[in-house]
Structures are given as C-alpha cells and as structure tokens.
C-alpha cells in the first residue's frame, strides 16, 4: 500500500514524485515507455519566463517562471546554464519602445542574481549581429537559461527514489479502480504480467494522455478540465554561426523561432505551434514544418538553408489547457491542478504546466493533497539541489577545472561531457578509475562500459535509444560502427544488472 501512486513520467511526473518522497509519503511511479519519453524530452530546453506572454497579459505565468529561473539554474548548474539571446529588431513587426519596454518588465519581474539584465545593441557594430543581413540594425540582448531537458526529468526521478520512491518504467496502469476508500491499480510490467497496488491518493501526470487516463478508468467528472494539444517540431542543422549566443526570430505570423548552438557543431531551430489530434506517441514533423522553420532561418541570416541540411528533427506535444481561445500561440501555457474527492480516495489531475514551473507545480500538487495525509513534512525542494548539482556558486567551469585537476589521464572532451552529465556525481563513475583501460570495453567514440553500466543501473536506461537521446545526445556524434557495438552490447548488460528489468525500479 502506498500513499500516492504517481502516473507519467515526464517533468511533471518524477517532479512530484520527488517532492511527494521528500516529504515522507511512500511514492510510486508509473511509467509506461521511458522516462521523458514524449514531451518532456521534445522541448525547445529553455528554462525561461515567456517573454512572448507578456503580449498576453500573463504576468502571473511570466513572474512564476522567472521566479524559478534562477532557483533551477543554482539546483542543477551542469545541465542547466545561463543562455544569452539577442532579439534582432523588426520594426513593421513590433515597435522598437514596446519590446524595450518588454524587456525592462522581464528584468523588473525577475528576481536576477546570476544572469545580467536587458539592454539594447546596435547590432552593426555588435559581433552578433554579423551572421544577420544587413537589413537589421537595432537589437536587443537579454538572458534566460538552456536546459538539459530529459536529464532534468532523469535526475528528478533518481532524487526521488533516493528519498525512498519506486520508480517503475517500461510499467503501464491498464486500469484504476476504488472501493471507496483506497485505489487499486492494475499494472502491467515489461513482461505483459499483471499485477495489483494499493494507494491511498493516485497523481495522474500523463501529459498528453491526462484526458485519456480519465477517459479510460470513467474518471469523468462534469467539471473536469479538457487539453487542447499543440505539436512543436524543431530541426538541428549545421553550425549557422559562431559564439555562445542564441536568436530570438520574430515571424511574420507574429509568433517566434529561436536559434540555439546546439551540442557544438549544430544549431536548434524551433519551434512550430500546430494543432494536432492523434496519438501523441505518434508526432511527426511535416513538410510545411520543415520549411516553415527553413525560411525562419532565411528571413534573418546571411547563411541560408534547406530541408535537405537537416540532420535531426525531433516533435512532440504539449497537453495545454483549453481555455478556448481560438488561436493556439494564445492558449495559455499555466497549468491546473484538478482535485477530485467525488470517488472516495482523492484523484489528483494534472493538466498543462511547462518545463521552466515544473517543480513549482510539484510543490502546488503535493501541497493540495497534503490534508489527506496528517504525517506529511512541510515543503523543502525551494532550495534543495538536484543529484550532481554539488556545484559551488552554480560556478561550472571553476568546478570543471578541478575534475581536470583530478583526471587529468582522461579525454577532455568525454570529461566535459561526463562533466555536464553528470556533475558532482561523476565520480559515480570515474571514482575506481586511474586511466582509461579502467573504464572498460571500449565501443568507440569514447563511450565506455563504465558509463553504460551506471545509466543503466542508475538512471533506468534499458535501450540504446534511451542511451544515445534521453540520457545524452550522443546519437548526433557517433559513427555507424559505434551504435552497431551498443546494440549488440546493451541487452547482455540490462540482463546481467537488472535481472528481469527489475534491478533499478524492483516491482513492490
């Protein structure tokens, strides 16, 4: 018997979970593929207020995630880091006076102590502006954060089965049913066999699929919230242009495609805003998407491009709340914690949010269930850090330094990577390590068996797939030869260290 069974395990999902175990409620988690398998590994990875919703009058929305910019930016400061932007001027667009004082709003509710504030550039006599046509004169700068979205979601999960949680994945709830009194869950494993827990709450953080999990069980309630979903694809092509800085593009349809260095020799376009009404597993980028973000990129730069220099692309869906607006960019991106007693046991729903609130929406959801459990401990995650966030000042490179000074026999570029990865926990793997023939079978492409064994064994990776895109890009970086060696590799692994897939996330 567990007091909150949490379903989903994107963001919102292992946030929850996280917070629900810090607080001394015995969790579950229940994830049917992997962890930040749909949305929350297909974001633009900003961690950022929403300049655009200030257009929309969403100071609430704005002002919260702010708020938490910075909070996450010193939880995790090695897969979460400060990200300059400059917002090239578009006069027949928006008036210079507006954005400027857009701008000072953004800095105004912010609560800034590590990013600098806005300003406004000449961008012809600014190295940024030297990638953009001529055309443009004035811009702006100003900064938010880059995240390591899928990362966030992993080490959420691994904090919250280090305070005690069970996190259960390749794990779907076919059905939830009450007596009146407690849940019961019907669960299916990675081998089809069925079985049944018991809680005393029950968390439904599907994300895109929250309707259907409702649907599904006859959760229905007359006042039940509804999703509309938006697709977001973006596109990863070769290095546009030099420096660390990122683009804010101005579209003609008044919404915004950013361009983002992008794991060092790419750049990430993104995103579109797309009505779409299948299964969200299924999300594709189409066509018009592709070039839709192509001539994004064309509008504003020297350096044009096409489909064909695609060499990624990557969608997923955004469960918004309907508030009935017509137009999707208008939609609110808030979200909205749907507290149901009429069953007996409470059911808490979860609909909307972005990845910049998630653990403020975490803090809210736990805080709504909080009377129905009289033992619970008070809230604690304000300014608790993530697994490997041990970062002193969130200051990466002083800390990158020392871990050269500690390994100085390893590959710099695989010590970074290991390094951004995993911060302070990377002695996790490195710790038994004197050179590199301690780190074990060589795949190539300096990836090691020692890494692999601990995402597996650590971090719930069961496939390639959840290694070279969920736990790591490094599916843009390998050769052919590589991937081939991980594949044959991984099943032996996940056999030998999980026994039965039960090692990491152990049925109860």
């Known amino acids: 018997m567990y007091d909150v069974i949490v379903i989903g395990g994107g963001v919102n999902g292992c946030g929850i979970a996280r917070d629900a175990a810090g607080r001394g409620l015995s969790v579950l988690l229940v994830e049917k593929d992997d962890l930040a398998n749909a949305t929350s590994s297909s974001s633009t990875k900003l961690i950022h207020g929403g300049l655009r919703y200030l257009e929309q009058y969403d100071f609430k929305l704005v002002a919260e995630s702010l708020t938490e910019r910075e909070r996450l930016l010193r939880s995790a400061s090695h897969i979460i880091w400060p990200l300059q932007f400059i917002l090239p001027h578009e006069p027949h667009l928006r008036p210079y006076w507006l954005i400027r004082l857009g701008l000072y709003l953004y800095d105004f509710l912010g609560k800034r102590e590590i990013l600098p504030g806005s300003k406004g550039m000449k961008l012809s006599k600014n190295k940024a502006g030297a990638p953009l ?33 069970e996190i259960l994945t390749r794990t779907e709830c076919v059905s939830l049913k009450t007596d009146g009194k407690i849940w019961q869950a019907s669960l299916k494993g990675n081998n089809n066999d069925i079985f049944e827990v018991g809680a005393k709450c029950v968390v439904n953080a599907a994300g895109p699929w929250v309707r259907q999990f409702i649907d599904h069980n006859h959760l229905e309630q007359p006042d039940t919230l509804k999703t509309r979903y938006s697709k977001g694809s973006h596109i990863i092509i070769p290095r ?16 915004i495609v950013f361009a983002i260095p992008y794991e060092g020799n790419f750049t990430l376009i993104g995103t579109t805003d797309a009505l779409y009404d299948g299964d969200p597993s299924h999300a594709e980028i189409s066509d018009d998407e ?54 007996g046991p409470p059911l808490l729903n979860i ?88 780190l074990g079978k060589h795949f190539g492409d300096h990836i090691y068996e020692t890494e692999i064994r601990y995402l597996i064994s650590a971090e719930w990776a069961r496939s390639v797939e959840d290694i070279l895109w969920r736990r790591s890009k490094l599916g843009l ?28 996330n152990s049925r109860p």
Not at 137 to 154: I, M, N, P, Q, T
Not at 240 to 255: F, K, N, V
């Open 133 to 165: 046509k001529n055309s443009y004169k004035k811009g702006f700068s100003y900064a938010d954060c880059w995240v390591e979205d899928s990362r966030l979601v992993v080490l959420s999960a691994k904090d919250a089965a280090e305070r005690g949680a």
């Open 240 to 255: 546009l242009y030099d420096g660390d800085h990122a683009y804010i593009l101005q579209q003609p349809d008044q919404r």
């Open 290 to 343: 592709k070039q839709y973000l192509c001539d994004a990129v064309n509008r504003t730069f020297d350096k044009q491009t096409n489909t064909d220099q695609i060499v990624w692309n990557y969608s997923g869906v955004r469960p918004l709340l309907d508030s009935g607006d017509d137009s999707l960019s208008n939609v609110t991106r808030d979200y909205k914690l749907d507290l149901e007693t009429a069953f």
């Open 351 to 438: 609909f909307g949010g972005k990845i910049t609130t998630f653990r403020k929406l975490s803090e809210q959801a736990i805080t709504k269930i909080a009377p129905f459990f009289p033992h619970i401990k008070d809230k604690w995650t304000q300014n608790a850090l993530l697994p490997g966030g041990q970062i002193k000042d969130a200051d990466f490179e002083t800390f990158f330094k020392q871990i050269q000074q500690n390994y100085p026999w390893a590959d710099p570029q695989m010590l970074r990577r290991y390094a951004r990865a995993y911060g302070s926990r990377i002695e996790d793997i490195l710790k038994t390590a004197s050179n590199v023939n301690d």
């Open 477 to 504: 970086h390998i050769s052919p030869q590589t991937r081939e060696a991980l594949e044959d590799h991984i099943p032996t692994l996940v056999k030998e260290l999980c026994h039965d897939n039960t090692a990491a």
